[in-house]
């Protein structure tokens, strides 16, 4: 399905002009430009967590992240639209230490607590549902929220799973997160606490349940029996997700995808964010900034497909970024790695955001 992608109307007012941008991060005007009239796609940030739990303001202008760049602080609404960050994948995490019924009434009362923030925002936040909604809101110059579960062991005392979720608008859920769960099992290092690693029949259950609501199954965190499992369960007809990884290919880690795992993926059609996690990236001898993003993007394109290549920092989730992409002002940086490597801009705004959008559009085309 073609995507028609809307023109940006305008940079929402206090924006840093262009040019002092390019000067402010050490990047030519051509990158600060390109970050800002691509469609700039972020598929997972989590910047609800601090909001949640020190009433952290995303809508005003922070002028650094809190604790020296690292953990939390990277992002609000002002220093995103600076660099040219129009939609991101906004998680709720839940903490899985708390009883089930206690996760679901905690996942409840978030969501009614992002739609407060969104109702304050003035429209400069709209949740998207959909593909069409998508384009609406970017029509109108709003940043797109597309609502995420991290954890979905968050449902596990819904009355009905997934149908119980009381807003159809929420796009995603990993099914696992740092600890194994009702669903499955994770990559961590927790995983070793249980014999059994396979997807659960309660796992099989909800892939099947989101496959109805077309929602996005994120395969972030997920052991890799657990992600064979998903591939047999999963109808392939929809593309599967990952949305915060880095890849084995170029730093073997439990938290990062194999080649097969990337090729299964985008042979459903799906893409696979790079996280900006040094973490889970860095490998010895190579570099220490930005371009560690771009190397192990290429590789996800020399395995899967430039098709397959997506972006999702997992800023504001307690991860410790390259030191020049700490905050929402910086997708430039990206942009300027990816040129100084000699990437088109077709396949920059592809990684930037089109090649997830496809997938989007495939998933829930909404009626526009
Ligand atoms: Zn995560």
Redesign the pocket.
């Known amino acids: 399905m073609p995507v028609s992608l809307a023109p940006r109307p305008f940079q929402p007012p206090g924006t840093i002009p262009p040019a002092q941008l390019a000067r402010d991060l050490g990047v030519s005007e051509e990158a600060v430009a390109l970050a800002r009239s691509a469609e700039v796609v972020d598929l997972?940030v989590?910047t609800f967590i601090p909001h949640r739990l020190w009433g952290y303001d995303p809508l005003r202008r922070h002028r650094r992240a809190l604790l020296g760049r690292a953990f939390f602080g990277h992002l609000d609404l002002p220093r995103m639209a600076d660099g040219g960050l129009s939609s991101a994948m906004w998680?709720i995490?839940t903490n899985p230490f708390r009883t089930a019924r206690g996760r679901w009434r905690a996942l409840l009362a978030n969501l009614d607590r992002f739609q407060k923030l969104v109702a304050r925002s003035d429209g400069r936040l709209e949740i998207c549902g959909d593909h069409a909604a998508w384009r609406a809101a970017r029509a109108r110059g709003a940043h797109a929220v597309l609502l995420s579960i991290?954890g979905a062991n968050a449902l596990d005392a819904a009355p009905d799973g997934w149908r119980s979720l009381p807003d159809p608008r929420v796009l995603r859920a990993?099914l696992v997160?740092?600890t194994s769960s009702r669903l499955g099992a994770t990559s961590s290092p927790a995983a070793a606490l249980r014999r059994d690693r396979h997807l659960t029949a309660a796992g099989r259950r909800l892939v099947e349940q989101m496959n109805d609501a077309r929602a996005f199954v994120d395969l972030?965190?997920i052991h890799p029996v657990s992600f064979d499992d998903v591939l047999d369960v999963h109808d392939r007809t929809q593309p599967l997700i990952a949305t915060?990884t880095g890849v084995d290919g170029v730093r073997p880690h439990w938290r990062n995808l194999s080649d097969a795992q990337l090729r299964a993926i985008a042979d459903t059609g799906g893409v696979i964010g790079i996280i900006f996690s040094t973490a889970f990236l860095a490998r010895p001898g190579g570099p220490r900034d930005g371009a560690m993003v771009v190397e192990h993007m290429e590789h996800v394109e020399r395995v899967a497909g430039r098709d397959a290549v997506a972006l999702g920092s997992?800023l504001d989730?307690a991860i410790v970024p390259p030191p020049d992409l700490w905050g929402g002002e910086c997708y430039p940086r990206l942009v300027q790695h990816m040129l100084d490597r000699g990437w088109t801009e077709d396949r920059i705004r592809g990684a930037l955001g089109e090649n997830f959008l496809r997938a989007f559009a495939e998933l829930r085309p909404g009626d526009g």
């Open positions: 997972h989590d998680s995490t991290q990993t997160h740092l972030a965190h915060h997992d989730g």
